[in-house]
């Protein structure tokens, strides 16, 4: 608790920057919410609003200062209790929030929440009926129909409805008017100013001016700073509210260490400006080598290929190592299942039918070193080549293949929309994973199986999103005459020139796949 027993919700001098940005999104930025209160946060979009909502309610990182939610403190690295607790303070109803869904029913959808707290069936079912209430919808009527069923506006209800359930001290809204008609958004508005009066704290990020009418405060972000904003039937003052200060000349903050291996990052180095096509061919060529090397000696020397390709992009050495963590489980399974299925060499272990052998383990160990330094080196390839760039090399190496009467701009096509959709689909199940957290699920039981029935409320919208954005995108290049003129040819943005330093390239993956027959 806050000296003199007084609870609130505040950050303090929190400061946020994005991996490889030019600045903070947030700098030194401190506010405090108190009971009762509502507060308003206006901005330009980019600004910064849903990043403070994020840290505001444990679902982001700073990288300095802290928050705190009635004598729960979060600082830089916060452990997954810390967050937990945390969570049963502060709900966060996100910017697109119907896109966590999963549930095969309204009443299981908004019932997900508070089921993770558990409660009672009875006292789920009230505050299952109460939040749904409270945005305009009678349990009795939509309790059994799909969530997937309702129109976008009455989908973004659904999902208010579902961070309501929680009945946190702290609510969170980011664009909650978004798509919702007259009705509805004079109904939430109403509930959210009901919900004040009754004592909780609301902070409201919005676009919309009809927002402030049940705003104590309000604020508006920009440059990173925090600053009083003024609006009709607004009074700004200074009590709960500390604008935020700018940052010290020279002072930058620290940017977050957290840079995934393998995402494009623009660049000059020798590997940067390889011809997209040789790029592709050499690591098509890596991969063979990995694969069929057997010597010491030729994996040996395709180690050192991945790291001479890894130094030569400039990029960082200790993100590279941890290119192959997220696959640890399944090259854990690989060395396993190959130490207790190849007998060879020495007996090491016997458990009845089960043994484990010298030569099993030294297979399973040779097949996990293959994979990671097959992962490195594809990971060095994508951090190097934009996805555009990787369509650009596909469509050379097929063009010959377009004399054959073969429509090679398809295929191209279809190449650079997959290779666009992986980030974006990463970025997405980071976000879906956030969103269920917020309602209190748990990825880190010790269980396996837990574990993985715990990713069904992930997958699951995931997929779904997935299928409904290659609906959107299919529906958008048939409207923009994609096809309707088979005779154009697909042409390229920029173009590329191969070179001696290409042949080199091809000529080195080459000397490796010679070396790994060897």
């Known amino acids: 608790m806050r000296p003199g027993g007084t609870v609130s919700l505040t950050c303090s001098n929190i400061t946020v920057r994005y991996p490889e940005a030019d600045a903070c999104t947030l ?116 309790g059994d129909t799909s969530p997937f069923a309702h129109s976008g506006g009455e989908q973004r209800r659904i999902a208010v409805a579902d961070m309501l359930a929680l009945e946190t001290p702290y609510l969170l809204l980011d664009e909650p008017s978004a798509g919702l008609d007259p009705r509805a958004h004079r109904l939430l508005l109403e509930r959210l100013a009901q919900l004040a009066r009754q004592g909780r704290g609301i902070v409201i990020a919005t676009h919309d001016s009809r927002v402030a009418s049940i705003c104590d405060k309000a604020f508006r972000l920009q440059d990173g700073m925090l600053l009083p904003q003024s609006s009709e039937g607004i009074q700004v003052t200074s009590v709960g509210v500390t604008a935020a200060r700018p940052v010290e000349t020279g002072h930058t903050p620290p940017a977050s260490k957290a840079v995934s291996f393998g995402i494009f990052r623009p660049g000059s180095s020798l590997v940067h400006l390889l011809h997209p096509a040789t790029k592709l061919v050499f690591c098509m060529l890596f991969m063979i080598a990995g694969f069929i090397a057997q010597q010491p000696g030729a994996l040996a020397a395709v180690a050192l290929t991945a790291f001479a390709s890894l130094a030569a992009s400039g990029s960082s050495m200790r993100q590279a190592l941890r290119a192959p963590r997220p696959f640890r489980w399944l090259m ?30 030294l ?27 990787l369509a650009d090399g596909a469509a050379a190496l ?10 090679t701009d398809d295929a191209t096509v279809a190449i650079q929309l997959t290779l666009r959709f992986v980030p974006v689909l990463i970025e997405e199940f980071n976000r879906i994973k956030a969103a269920q957290e917020a309602r209190l ?27 409904r ?32 330093a290409d042949l080199a390239v091809l000529a080195l993956g080459c000397c490796i796949v010679a070396i790994a027959l060897l």
Do not use: W
């Open 27 to 142: 700098s030194r930025v401190s506010l405090e919410i108190r009971p009762g209160s509502v507060i308003g946060i206006a901005g330009t979009s980019g600004s910064g609003k849903s990043t403070l909502l994020r840290a505001l309610a444990g679902a982001l990182a700073v990288q300095a200062g802290s928050v705190v939610a009635d004598g729960t403190a979060l600082g830089t690295h916060p452990t997954a209790d810390e967050l937990r607790t945390y969570r049963k303070t502060v709900a966060l109803v996100q910017q697109r929030p119907e896109q966590q869904f999963f549930a095969a029913t309204v009443f299981d959808e908004v019932a997900f929440g508070p089921r993770n707290l558990g409660l009672d069936e009875a006292e789920v079912k009230r505050r299952v009926g109460t939040s749904l209430a409270s945005v305009g919808f009678d349990l009795a009527a939509i």
């Open 441 to 467: 699920a748990r990825f880190d039981s010790p269980s396996p199986l837990q574990r993985a029935r715990a990713f069904i409320p992930v997958i699951t919208p995931l997929f779904s999103n997935a299928l």
């Open 332 to 361: 854990g399974f690989v060395l396993v299942f190959n130490a207790l299925f190849t007998a060879s060499g020495t007996l090491l272990l016997q458990a009845g039918p089960v043994q484990i052998t010298s030569g099993g383990l």
């Open 398 to 407: 097929l063009r010959p293949l377009a004399r054959f009467g073969l429509r």
């Open 469 to 500: 954005r290659s609906d959107t995108l299919a529906l958008a290049m048939v409207n923009r005459e994609y096809g309707a003129h088979p005779a154009v040819s697909r042409t390229c943005l920029r173009s590329y020139r191969f070179d001696r």
């Open 363 to 389: 297979f399973g160990a040779l097949c996990v070193l293959r994979f990671a330094l097959i992962m490195l080196g594809t990971s060095t390839l994508m951090a190097t080549t934009s996805p555009t760039a």
